[in-house]
């Protein structure tokens, strides 16, 4: 921040130039602190996104993309924490069914409901 004159700076690449200061981190912040379009992915918003057949991207930055691509940008900033949020109430990482998620049940495909049930989905 002393580079910074004390301020939080309110760009992307600033931010992310911050000791200790990501992709993600700066994306919220710009999000949240600056209302700034932004589509933060963490590893749990990755995971549903693969459940829900939006992104096939094997990290973080692919799902971004991925995501950004199919929801309006306008939407990323409030979607990005109803994501987060409906995923702790129905759909966790953990103890995870394809039935009791509204939005898995509706997504997946019959092999997925499968290998889930049997236990070999990596999902």
């Given at each position: 921040?002393?580079?910074?004159?004390?301020?939080?700076?309110?760009?992307?690449?600033?931010?992310?130039?911050?000791?200790?200061?990501?992709?993600?981190t700066?994306?919220?912040?710009?999000?949240?602190?600056?209302?700034?379009?932004?589509?933060?992915?963490?590893?749990?918003?990755?995971?549903?996104?693969?459940?829900?057949?939006?992104?096939?991207?094997?990290?973080?930055?692919?799902?971004?993309?991925?995501?950004?691509?199919?929801?309006?940008?306008?939407?990323?900033?409030?979607?990005?924490?109803?994501?987060?949020?409906?995923?702790?109430?129905?759909?966790?990482?953990?103890?995870?069914?394809?039935?009791?998620?509204?939005?898995?049940?509706?997504?997946?495909?019959?092999?997925?409901?499968r290998?889930?049930?049997?236990?070999?989905?990596?999902?």
């Open positions: 921040l002393e580079h910074h004159d004390g301020e939080v700076p309110a760009d992307l690449v600033a931010l992310e130039k911050l000791p200790g200061v990501g992709h993600k700066a994306s919220v912040v710009m999000a949240q602190a600056f209302g700034v379009p932004s589509f933060p992915v963490d590893t749990h918003i990755h995971r549903l996104a693969a459940r829900w057949n939006l992104s096939n991207g094997r990290n973080v930055e692919q799902t971004e993309r991925d995501l950004k691509k199919v929801f309006p940008r306008d939407s990323w900033n409030k979607l990005h924490l109803q994501i987060i949020y409906f995923g702790r109430e129905h759909c966790p990482a953990r103890g995870h069914s394809l039935a009791d998620c509204p939005i898995c049940g509706w997504a997946a495909t019959k092999k997925r409901m290998e889930e049930k049997n236990g070999s989905n990596p999902r």
